[in-house]
């Protein structure tokens, strides 16, 4: 993991035509790193790697699809990795991600941002609930089939956690 996150760091230093095939090598390691042990995420976290993961976001909206579900994927790992990714931007990381024309990553973001906010309820509800995050959620659901990847459960996750929520 460490070697992954110096790999990134140093593909953002590079000029970004010379530096996609190396930052995308890295991220599929990750990814099977974090998917295969858990634990990965947060030794990534502490790697400093969501701060270049976001990096990545922002300065190579082609890799949205390799970065996001690795943050995803942070989200379900420890408390740890959850106050990584608050001190970087917490829930706002993932909902101003949200696209209208990518359903598939729409229900994982909102997936971890539910899970997210089952474990810290009061948190999560203030930034979910502000203005622009509360609107987007609820055009991404109006651009989703209801079927579509467990989006009535994630629906109703949102719901019965917040009152607030519900009500917006």
């Given at each position: 993991v460490p070697f992954c996150a110096m790999q990134i760091k140093t593909g953002l230093e590079v000029e970004p035509?010379?530096?996609q095939e190396l930052l995308f090598e890295a991220l599929e390691i990750l990814h099977f790193c974090c998917m295969l042990y858990p634990s990965r995420c947060e030794q990534?976290?502490?790697?400093?790697?969501?701060?270049?993961?976001?990096k990545l976001l922002y300065n190579f909206p082609t890799m949205h699809k390799q970065v996001l579900p690795l943050l995803c994927s942070f989200v379900h790992s420890?408390?740890?990795?959850?106050?990584?990714l608050w001190i970087?931007?917490?829930?706002a990381i993932y909902l101003e991600q949200l696209r209208p024309d990518d359903e598939?990553?729409?229900?994982?973001?909102?997936?971890?941002?539910?899970?997210?906010l089952q474990v810290?309820?009061?948190r999560v509800e203030e930034v979910v609930i502000q203005e622009p995050h509360i609107k987007t959620i609820i055009q991404a659901l109006k651009r989703t089939e209801l079927i579509y990847l467990n989006i009535i459960t994630i629906v109703s996750t949102y719901t019965r956690l917040?009152?607030?929520?519900a009500l917006a």
């Open positions: 035509e010379g530096s990534a976290a502490l790697c400093n790697l969501v701060p270049l993961l976001q420890s408390r740890l990795t959850r106050s990584i970087c931007g917490g829930p598939a990553m729409n229900a994982k973001i909102l997936d971890s941002v539910a899970l997210w810290e309820k009061e917040s009152k607030s929520i």
